[in-house]
């Protein structure tokens, strides 16, 4: 078991809380879209509502609009077991917004961008950061000012406080243009040895096009990233760790895709609670595989009340 797992969280997530619009027909993109379900969103606090449903401790720093959907997603963080005492209120910024498609594929989505942006420093005090064992944020989250410095600072100060670092790298062009300023904050995040998860559409996405996996996983580690996660979507998931000197592969599984929304999170939980649990990174890939097959073969959020075994059952 992992030394910083005796902290009272096992996780705190900060960025982007968010309303998700998701299409209720599987289709190609959103111009073919006609009806739309709600479900709470934002990577981050998807990851967290996930590991609160496998029994992990977690907390969540973002920020909500003074109105009525930002009561939606407080309420719905509570169900699942989330706390909301970090979930802070702007008084002028509506709750944000995504509009996404319901695909098999990686969805489109239009994203209305309000109070998730708003998190400031206040929002992360030292004394909780000295009580996470994770602190986790995403290329969405740092995409935007005032909180991209306020998640650059308190990266800054988790590290120093002996939490491991995480990111999620789901960059996209249409919500940061200025590739080269992703991928200086990028690099900025990496360099306290954090861990990081990108599929190939985000790698192709934050380079401008496709690129060789050894260069991938080159610039990631030159950056500073301890481990490097690229997952691959059928073809499994490529693990990178001591500098690219440690490698395994993970190969992927044949499954009648529901809908892929949040497929990525619930793999990232997965990974990062088994862990959190002493697993070597291997098993934890294999284990955040289970949780993404559970995702991409049910419509909507994951069930409450999961229970770890799935991760383990073979």
């Known amino acids: 078991m992992n ?5 009272p969280y096992a996780l705190l997530a900060a960025g982007e809380i968010l309303v998700d619009l998701i299409g209720h027909a599987l289709v190609q993109d959103l111009s073919e879209s006609r009806d739309f379900h709600r479900h709470p969103g ?3 606090a998807n990851l ?3 590991m609160a449903r496998l029994g992990s401790a977690v907390a969540l720093v973002a920020c909500v609009g003074d109105d009525n959907f930002g009561v939606y997603l407080k309420t719905r963080l509570a169900d699942v077991g989330v706390p909301t005492d970090f979930v802070a209120t702007d008084p002028l910024e509506p709750t944000s917004v995504v509009v996404v498609s319901r695909t098999t594929g990686t ?3 239009i994203a209305y961008r309000c109070a998730d942006r708003m998190i400031q420093p206040v929002h992360l005090p030292d004394a ?3 009580k996470t064992a994770l602190f986790h944020t995403t290329c969405f989250a740092l995409s935007r000012s005032p909180a991209q410095e306020s998640l650059l600072d308190a990266a800054r100060r988790a590290a120093n406080a002996g939490c491991q670092l995480s990111i999620d ?3 996209a062009p249409q919500l940061w243009p200025d590739r080269a300023e992703a991928r200086r904050v990028v690099t900025e995040y990496l360099s306290h040895g954090a861990f990081v998860k990108l599929s190939t559409d985000d790698a192709a996405r934050l380079y401008g096009d496709e690129v060789p996996d050894e260069r991938i996983l080159g610039d990631f580690h030159e950056a500073g990233a301890a481990l490097i996660c690229l997952t691959k979507g059928a073809e499994g998931s490529l693990l990178s760790w001591e500098s690219g000197a440690k490698r395994a592969t993970i190969p992927g599984k044949k499954l009648d895709v529901v809908d892929a929304t949040g497929a990525g999170d619930a793999y990232w939980a997965g990974f990062l609670t088994a862990w959190l649990d002493g697993h070597e ?4 890939a294999e284990a955040g595989a289970r949780l993404a097959a559970r995702k991409l073969t049910t419509p909507g959020p994951l069930p409450a009340g999961l229970g770890r075994e799935v991760l383990y059952e073979s």
């Open 281 to 284: 990174y291997p098993a934890c």
């Open 128 to 130: 909780l950061l000295a």
């Open 169 to 171: 790298a789901n960059y």
């Open 3 to 7: 030394a910083s797992s005796s902290r």
């Open 42 to 44: 934002g990577s981050p």
């Open 48 to 50: 967290a509502s996930n």
């Open 107 to 109: 969805p489109d989505f």
